[in-house]
């Protein structure tokens, strides 16, 4: 069973006296254990798209459904809760709490979803040894480089054990060495725990990672390349090579 599918996806954005289309009937299926890139220029809909395949913004029309429930036919209550307990995101921004270490970071998903705190420390912890991080626990994230902020935020998506982590552009402040870094994380927890990722990025040395690239332009899909027969090449590309 795929873990996503958006079916027909049409959104449109009322202005006032102008309505704008940014999905003109997009359909895509992310299948479990797929890395999958989603590329196009500014305005193309491709943060649109990841916004409703997440469950964040819902289609004007069509259907996207996870894990075979159609979210349409739930609540809002009810969404919230399968975007939460089914849904890992990581965004450009970092987002984490200042105030919070590493760890209180990566728990706070848990304990808002009602998980005791000795079981939110233990299942925190172990989303930080994932991503090399374990020992930086206790640290702010003024202490941290910005790629460590973004592994910190990679294991606050993992520590829900997601069907799917959703990337909107999460390598857009990094740098170049730093960018590497956290995509060819994202590519071992495909290769290595069969976690499904879908990225939205305009950096295309990204998608050398990648498993299957969608390009977005005016609202619908232009081209599908699929990756899968390289799949043995992803961890060293030439360009990662040059990176570090």
């Known amino acids: 069973m795929p873990v996503i599918e ?123 040894e994932k991503v090399s991080l374990a020992k930086r626990a206790e640290h702010l994230p003024s202490m ?18 997601p069907a799917l982590v959703l990337g909107d552009e999460p390598t857009g402040n990094l740098d170049s060495v730093n960018g590497e870094q956290v995509i060819r994380l994202f590519r071992d927890l495909v290769d290595k725990q069969g976690q499904t990722v879908v990225i939205v990025t305009h950096e295309m040395h990204v998608t050398d990672y990648a498993d299957r690239i969608v390009r977005l332009r005016d609202g619908h899909i232009e081209s599908e390349v699929s990756l899968h027969h390289q799949r043995g090449l992803k961890a060293t590309p030439a360009k990662a090579g040059k990176a570090s």
């Open 6 to 128: 958006a079916r027909d996806i049409v959104k449109t954005f009322d202005t006032g006296a102008v309505s704008v289309q940014a999905l003109r009937g997009v359909d895509l299926t992310v299948e479990p254990g797929e890395f999958l890139a989603i590329v196009g220029s500014s305005g193309s809909g491709k943060s649109t798209l990841l916004s409703i395949v997440g469950g964040v913004d819902t289609p004007t029309s069509g259907q996207v459904i996870l894990e075979g429930t159609d979210l349409a036919t739930v609540s809002d209550t009810e969404r919230t809760l399968m975007r939460r307990r089914r849904i890992g995101f990581v965004f450009q921004a970092f987002n984490l709490l200042p105030t919070l270490s590493a760890l209180e970071n990566v728990m706070l998903p848990l304990e808002l979803d009602g998980v005791s705190s000795r079981e939110a420390r233990e299942r925190a912890m172990a989303a930080l």
């Open 144 to 161: 941290m480089s910005g790629g460590e902020q973004q592994r910190v935020a990679v294991a606050r998506a993992l520590v829900i054990k």
